[in-house]
């Protein structure tokens, strides 16, 4: 449990601030500690002589900083208070995990089996009763623990097992490649699709349906509007959005001619200047360092810092203007492949209107978890304190090992929570794991905590078979999922809700 301490409000500022200036940034590249650890090439994987395991206190004294992770009023929704509908989640999310064993199984060599071992007849998961919370075993650890020789068939069967046994739903988005033909993927995608464009077409769009439907992945087609509305940006009623639209974009603007002359001021000139060093450090750069959208990000950037001053700019606030940016502006780019798609085919009209959109929801994400960049960030520190929690609980094993090695959750944990995981998964992956957050009730204050804790259970084999400091915690923060793709992340998100329906007393004393 939270300490009373940690509860109270850090941000208080001294009177000699001023609105938007540049705060100590204790971002993806600074750490709020004082003595730092610094970041060492990775060790040959090819075999060496065994060395003798080094403590946190030797690699300490040879080494001074291991963070650096490189270059590194409409109408609101009432929709915090609303609950996801669990017997449909829980399906969808064991119906994933079901999908992804049968996968499995149809992938296995035909000569997998040895000359004494006879194929076993598949075995359906026993069910769960309803209403039964009992604790299952996570997925790694259900692995695991198996003897060598039963792991590859007995990880199937046990995440199949990790959730209460009531898949009926199936769930649409989540590619199954080996058991339909891309005939039948592309009548279930356009059903799906189908499916969402008869609910946007109503008069008043019903958004804890459309919550519903948008957990399992929303469709490139209306991800856009979704998106929008399910942030709260545009209100739900069909006839009102365009005036709406019409008046943000105005509003934002003028907030421009107003304000952006400014960033030359000695004044705003720290805050305009960080800004311009950390744009180019962002991904995909092929995207990110055309002019047009690099002078659009100063700009959405630099206005939401002098209207922001409790917070002011923080490093880690301007990788959440890229996934808006990218679904946005897919509006209007037929490229397969945004992230090196030309923005300069794309018309000046609709490059503002993608301006001002991303601009007013990610502002819409930032009120939700602005203690997260206030002074001394006391919002990621409490997050990282209840995911320790959290991981001491699910995974105990894990938590001993880091802890037996000295590797502190704030380590590598502090950037999963000021950049939401964006640089941990590609691009394509935070989109689609937005998708979910942005259909969970507090989705990136609150679930994000379960999907950091079922990603750290992801990788315990790995993280177990690590005996030193060094090794350990360069692979927690550079950990391998360059080629992840959606069904991944469907996964991820699957084990996170199947955490969040055990174990949802955790963070309570973090909600206000």
Known sequence: MASDGARKQFWKRSNTKVPGSIQHAYGARHPPFGTLLKATPKVPTTPVKAKRVSTFQEFESNTSDAWDAGEDDDELLVMAAESLNTAVVMETANRVLRNHSQRQGCHKPPGALGPEQKPKPSVEPPSVPSGDLRLVKSVSESRTSCPAGSASDAGPLQRSQSLPHS??????????????????????????????????????????????????????????????????????????????????????????????????????????????????????????????????????????????????????????????????????????????????????????????????????????????????????????????????????????????????????????????????????????????????????????????????????????????????LLFLQNLPTAHWGDEDVSLLLAEAYRLKFVFADAPNHYKK
């Open 167 to 472: 898949a009926t739903v199936a769930l649409g988005g989540v590619p199954e490649s080996s058991t339909l033909s891309s005939s039948a993927l592309s009548e279930r995608e356009a059903s799906r699709l189908d499916k969402f464009k008869q609910l946007l077409a109503g008069p008043n769009t019903d958004l804890e349906e459309l919550r519903k439907l948008s957990w399992s992945g929303i469709p490139k087609p209306v991800r856009a509007i979704t998106w929008k509305l399910l942030s709260g940006y545009l209100p739900a009623n069909v006839d009102r959005r365009p005036a709406t639209l019409q008046r943000k974009q105005k509003e934002y603007f003028a907030f421009i001619d107003h304000y952006y002359d400014s960033r030359t001021d000695e004044v705003h000139q720290d805050t305009y200047r960080q800004i311009h060093i950390d744009i180019p450090r962002m991904s995909p750069e092929a995207l990110i360092l055309q002019p047009k959208v690099t002078e659009i990000f100063e700009r959405i950037l630099f206005i939401w810092a002098i209207r922001h001053p409790a917070s002011g700019y923080v490093q880690g606030i301007n990788d959440l203007v890229t996934p808006f940016f990218v679904v946005f502006i897919c509006e209007y780019i037929d490229d397969e492949d945004v992230d090196t798609a030309d923005v300069s085919c794309v018309p000046a009209d609709a490059l503002r209107n993608v301006e001002a959109d991303t601009y007013w929801c990610m502002s819409r994400l930032l009120d939700g978890i602005q203690d997260n960049y206030t002074f001394a960030q006391p919002g990621i520190q409490m997050k990282v304190k209840i995911l320790e929690e959290l991981v001491s609980r699910i995974d105990g094993q894990v938590h001993r090992h880091l802890d037996q090695h000295e590797v502190r959750y704030l380590q590598f944990a502090f950037r999963w929570m000021n950049n939401l995981l964006m640089r941990e998964v590609p691009l394509r992956c935070t989109i689609r794991l937005w998708d979910t957050y942005q259909s969970e009730p507090e989705g990136f204050a609150h679930f994000h905590l379960y999907v950091c804790a079922a990603f750290l259970v992801r990788w315990r084999k790995e993280i177990l078979e690590e005996r030193d400091f060094q090794e350990l």
